[in-house]
C-alpha cells in the first residue's frame, strides 16, 4: 500500500489491499457479514484507513459497508 504519486492512497485501495493479504475478495470485505473471518480483516482495514487517509469516519464506514460509527471506533480501539 505505498502511495503513488499519481494516485493518492484511497480507503478503496487500502481495503482492496487488505482483502488480498487475507486472501479473499472484496465483495467480502465489504459484505454484512459478521463472522470472524470477514471481522478482523474489515477492522484491520477501517484502522489503516483512518491512520492513512485524512478520511472521515463517516467515510470509512461507507466504503467498509460498515453502517454504525461504532464498529469504525472498535476497530480503531482493537488493532490500534
Not at 14 to 43: C, N, S
Not at 45 to 55: I, K, N, P
Amino acid at each position: 500500500l505505498i502511495e503513488d504519486d499519481d494516485k493518492p492512497l484511497t480507503v478503496e485501495t487500502i481495503m482492496k489491499g487488505v482483502a488480498e493479504h487475507y486472501g479473499m475478495k472484496l465483495a467480502d470485505l465489504k459484505a454484512k457479514r459478521r463472522t470472524k473471518e470477514v471481522a478482523i480483516p474489515r477492522q484491520v482495514a477501517m484502522y489503516v484507513a483512518r491512520e492513512l487517509t485524512g478520511s472521515s469516519l463517516s467515510e470509512i464506514g461507507k466504503a467498509a459497508a460498515v453502517t454504525v460509527v461504532e464498529c469504525i471506533v472498535r476497530g480503531e480501539s482493537c488493532i490500534g
